[in-house]
Every structure is written in structure tokens, then in C-alpha cells.
């Protein structure tokens, strides 16, 4: 009971920095990211923890989210965890925009093989292969073209590090759901990509 107040109290600064830079106090940006950014390099170190090439730092990408929120207007965001997960699908996206200048002229037959059981192994294939990772990508896409959520979800999973009961509270959802759903979006994309 006390770990919850105490993550109460640490939400309640977070929260309000959050609330008023969606109402234009860009300022409280500048306040925030001092305050979550452990969080939020724990985030892109998850990203980039199998990165071979070391064409990305981990300081490097959070700079790079900061840069894209410093950029985007009319955000809302309810409390830290759902700022979190809006960061981790902004590292998705400029490490699928990375992905696709490094293997712009590299387009082939190569065939990828990448399990979506280990988080860490699929993880470190799409890190080490910018092929695997688009591949990754386009299999997810489709997903979310029929199933928002289970796209959703595993974004939040694969991409934003999040387990079961945090993607839950994003999506308002029981995390017993997340983890069917989940388990399913899994075995979809396991036969896509095969």
C-alpha cells in the first residue's frame, strides 16, 4: 500500500508538468524531462541494448524524442505512464525511420528469422538486422490495419518495454486481456512472418 502513495506522489509533479505543457507552458518540458528522464533512458536503452552498429547513443535518442516533442502540439496526456508509452512508440518510429535510410539501398531476398516469444531475442534480431526490423514493422502495420489494439499492444510491448500490467493501464484494459491478446498478436505475427 505505501510503494502505491509513493508512486501517487511521484506521478503528482509528473502529472501536473504534463498537464501544463498540453495547455502551452512549453516551459514545463524543460522541467519535466529532468524529472523522467532516467525513466525514459531506461526506455531507449531497452531500444537500442542490441544495437551493433552503434549508429544511435542512447542519449542520442532521447535527445531525438525531446526534438519531436518539443515539435508536436495538441497532446494530452493523463499521467506519467501513458507519457511513457507515447515516448516509446516515438523511439519505434525513429528507429524505423533510421531502419529505412540505412537499408534504402540494400533491399533484398534476405531472409530474417525473428521469434516474438523472447522480447529480448526479437529485440536484439531487429537491432542487428535493420532488415528485420522493417520487417518487423510491415507485419505490424498490417496488424493495426484490422487490430488496433492488439497493434497497440504490441508496440507498447516490444518497442516501449512495457509488461502486461502497464500496457493495461494505457489502454485501460486488465492486464489478463493484454497478456491473451498479446499472446495471440504474437502467433499472428509469427506465421506473417515466416
Not at 524531462?33 to 542520442?60: D, G, N, R, V
Not at 528469422?113 to 526479437?122: G, K, M, N, R, T
Given at each position: 500500500?505505501?510503494?502505491?502513495?509513493?508512486?501517487?506522489?511521484?506521478?503528482?509533479?509528473?502529472?501536473?508538468?504534463?498537464?501544463?505543457?498540453?495547455?502551452?507552458?512549453?516551459?514545463?518540458?524543460?522541467?519535466?524531462?529532468?524529472?523522467?528522464?532516467?525513466?525514459?533512458?531506461?526506455?531507449?536503452?531497452?531500444?537500442?541494448?542490441?544495437?551493433?552498429?552503434?549508429?544511435?547513443?542512447?542519449?542520442?535518442?532521447?535527445?531525438?524524442?525531446?526534438?519531436?516533442?518539443?515539435?508536436?502540439?495538441?497532446?494530452?496526456?493523463?499521467?506519467?505512464?501513458?507519457?511513457?508509452?507515447?515516448?516509446?512508440?516515438?523511439?519505434?518510429?525513429?528507429?524505423?525511420?533510421?531502419?529505412?535510410?540505412?537499408?534504402?539501398?540494400?533491399?533484398?531476398?534476405?531472409?530474417?528469422?525473428?521469434?516474438?516469444?523472447?522480447?529480448?531475442?526479437?529485440?536484439?534480431?531487429?537491432?542487428?538486422?535493420?532488415?528485420?526490423?522493417?520487417?518487423?514493422?510491415?507485419?505490424?502495420?498490417?496488424?493495426?490495419?484490422?487490430?488496433r489494439r492488439k497493434f497497440q499492444i504490441v508496440q507498447l510491448w516490444?518497442?516501449?518495454?512495457?509488461?502486461?500490467?502497464e500496457i493495461g493501464s494505457v489502454l485501460t484494459?486488465?492486464?489478463?486481456?493484454?497478456?491473451?491478446?498479446?499472446?495471440?498478436?504474437?502467433?499472428?505475427?509469427?506465421?506473417?512472418?515466416?
Amino acid at each position: 500500500m505505501t510503494r502505491n502513495c509513493s508512486a501517487v506522489a511521484e506521478d503528482h509533479p509528473i502529472t501536473d508538468f504534463l498537464e501544463q505543457w498540453t495547455h502551452g507552458d512549453h516551459a514545463s518540458l524543460d522541467h519535466l524531462f529532468p524529472i523522467i528522464y532516467q525513466q525514459l533512458k531506461s526506455k531507449a536503452h531497452f531500444c537500442l541494448q542490441s544495437e551493433s552498429q552503434a549508429t544511435l547513443q542512447t542519449t542520442s535518442l532521447i535527445n531525438e524524442v525531446y526534438l519531436r516533442l518539443c515539435e508536436s502540439h495538441n497532446l494530452k496526456f493523463n499521467n506519467r505512464l501513458q507519457f511513457l508509452a507515447f515516448a516509446g512508440q516515438l523511439m519505434h518510429r525513429i528507429l524505423i525511420e533510421r531502419a529505412r535510410a540505412r537499408n534504402a539501398s540494400k533491399r533484398g531476398g534476405k531472409s530474417v528469422h525473428i521469434s516474438l516469444e523472447d522480447q529480448d531475442f526479437a529485440m536484439s534480431a531487429a537491432q542487428t538486422d535493420p532488415e528485420a526490423l522493417l520487417l518487423i514493422d510491415e507485419v505490424l502495420q498490417r496488424l493495426g490495419s484490422f487490430d488496433r489494439r492488439k497493434f497497440q499492444i504490441v508496440q507498447l510491448w516490444f518497442f516501449a518495454g512495457l509488461d502486461a500490467q502497464e500496457i493495461g493501464s494505457v489502454l485501460t484494459v486488465s492486464a489478463a486481456t493484454i497478456r491473451r491478446e498479446l499472446q495471440a498478436a504474437k502467433c499472428w505475427m509469427a506465421f506473417e512472418l515466416k
